[in-house]
């Protein structure tokens, strides 16, 4: 597809996915708002129990801290952006400020699936391996991985901003590109170029197919081989105590995986701009939302560290 005179490697993007929304946009800003504060609320509340109560101080919570910190980085990329259109009225993003926010996005989003990974081979240790669980997965290895998944995180998001720097967007008369999304995706990116995308859709099927999919083939052997060590145990109470302890974790790994599956890995005739951006709110605010709590209300030790905070008792240290 050749790209008209007027194209430019710069514009203004418009997100106008919810200019012609139904819903008023104070009605949407008081929704994201409350998304917002709550997770952000929610996040930072796991950190400092865990943080501070020497009974989580173990590989588990270690990377669930990790992972609170990565849920709070992705929905600050991406809500309090939107928050100012809704308030403002203004649509308009500058094209260095889209790539920005699109590199960040794709650092914490990655980040977020690496990590989920690295929680179900801790799970994996701990259930099929617990003589060599304390030695394998002490602090030192969790924060090797945990870095580990910055750096790959890093890698790929350079990769992908590098290939959609040198394409070129048809703006209209008033230097504007259109984008029917509420933040800067990749996708909406790619559908709003006119220049040739062959090679940033080969990056995506190849490159962040591997990094999808291998974390999730690790995923998917982790809980085999866990399912097959619970079913060997010979006590239904040891059974039921296994089974808790992955809940939370197999829980949260459906919801992400199923919806950025959804939005990135089908072909995109395949795929409409409404179910992507259903999909995208789900895993951009949603699930950040919703990990603090499933994994709180779920845990006995969460729970048990919290009661001891609200009722002015002394946190272990």
Request: glycine share 6%.
């Amino acid at each position: 597809m050749g790209c008209a005179p007027n194209a430019s490697h710069s514009p203004v993007f418009l997100l106008l996915m919810f200019s012609g929304a139904e819903v008023p946009p104070i009605v949407l800003f008081v929704l994201f708002l409350a998304i917002y504060l709550t997770t952000m609320m929610g996040n930072v509340t796991l950190v400092l129990l865990i943080s501070w109560d020497s009974r989580l101080h173990s590989p588990m919570y270690y990377l669930l801290r990790g992972l609170s910190v990565i849920d709070m980085g992705l929905s600050t990329v991406i809500l309090p952006q939107l928050l100012a259109h809704l308030v403002t009225h203004d649509p308009a993003i500058p094209a260095a400020r889209c790539l920005a926010q699109l590199f960040f996005f794709y650092v914490f989003g990655v980040t977020d699936t690496l990590v989920i990974s690295v929680m179900a081979l801790d799970r994996y240790m701990a259930i099929c391996d617990p003589l060599h669980y304390p030695s394998v997965m002490n602090r030192q290895c969790c924060a090797r991985l945990l870095a580990l998944c910055w750096v790959a995180s890093v890698v790929h998001s350079m990769l992908h901003l590098g290939l959609l720097l040198p394409l070129s967007w048809a703006a209209d008369a008033e230097g504007n590109v259109r984008l029917l999304h509420f933040f800067c995706d990749h996708r909406p990116l790619l559908r709003a170029s006119c220049s040739d995308i062959h090679s940033n859709e080969l990056a995506i099927f190849l490159e962040g197919g591997f990094l999808m999919m291998g974390p999730c083939a690790l995923i998917v052997l982790s809980y085999v081989c866990i399912g097959a060590t619970i079913l060997r145990l010979p006590s239904a109470a040891g059974r039921r105590r296994a089974v808790s302890t992955c809940g939370s974790h197999l829980t949260m790994v459906g919801f992400f995986y199923g919806t950025v599956i959804w939005v990135y890995f089908q072909p995109p005739s395949q795929n409409s701009q409404d179910q992507d951006m259903v999909a995208a709110v789900m895993y951009t605010s949603i699930t950040p939302l919703a990990n603090p709590f499933v994994y709180s209300l779920r845990n006995k030790d969460v729970q048990s560290a919290f009661h001891r905070l609200l009722r002015g008792g002394r946190v272990a240290s």
